[in-house]
């Protein structure tokens, strides 16, 4: 069974950076797609960033470009998200996902991909 846990996350002022990571268990890392996805009060899950294997492509959302990284280490099953200047509109529940096989960097936002689900970690940037 397939087991995603993110660690991580906190209050930080505006400015701050976060890393999160999100180890992976139950299945070689190597062999899925990873993203992280977001949700802010009362919104929509969203795609931040993704990681295939598909030439170890990557994609992001354009709020989010310049000032996050995703980045696996294959070796360790962690995927991680380095989130530099946060902004409080950056405010959310951040998640973790995988999908099984390798996608495109199109298709890696679509949060219908993934089967797979961490619990969820809170980011909180304040003013």
């Known amino acids: 069974q397939v087991q995603l846990v993110e660690s991580g996350g906190g209050l930080v002022q505006a400015g701050s950076s976060l890393t999160l990571a999100c180890v992976v268990s139950?299945?070689?890392?190597?062999?899925?797609?990873m993203a992280w996805f977001r949700q802010g009060p009362g919104k929509e899950r969203e795609f931040v960033a993704g990681?295939?294997?598909?030439?170890?492509?990557?994609g992001y959302r354009d709020s989010v470009k310049g000032r996050f990284t995703i980045s696996r280490d294959n070796a360790k099953s962690t995927v991680h998200l380095q989130m530099n200047n946060l902004k409080p509109e950056d405010t959310a529940l951040y998640y973790c996902?995988?999908?099984?096989?390798?996608?495109?960097?199109?298709?890696?936002?679509?949060?219908?991909?993934?089967?797979?689900w961490g619990q969820g970690i809170q980011v909180t940037v304040s003013e």
């Open positions: 990681s295939t294997t598909l030439y170890g492509s990557t």
């Open positions: 996902a995988a999908a099984v096989g390798a996608t495109t960097v199109r298709s890696m936002r679509d949060k219908r991909l993934y089967i797979y």
């Open positions: 139950g299945r070689t890392l190597s062999s899925m797609t």
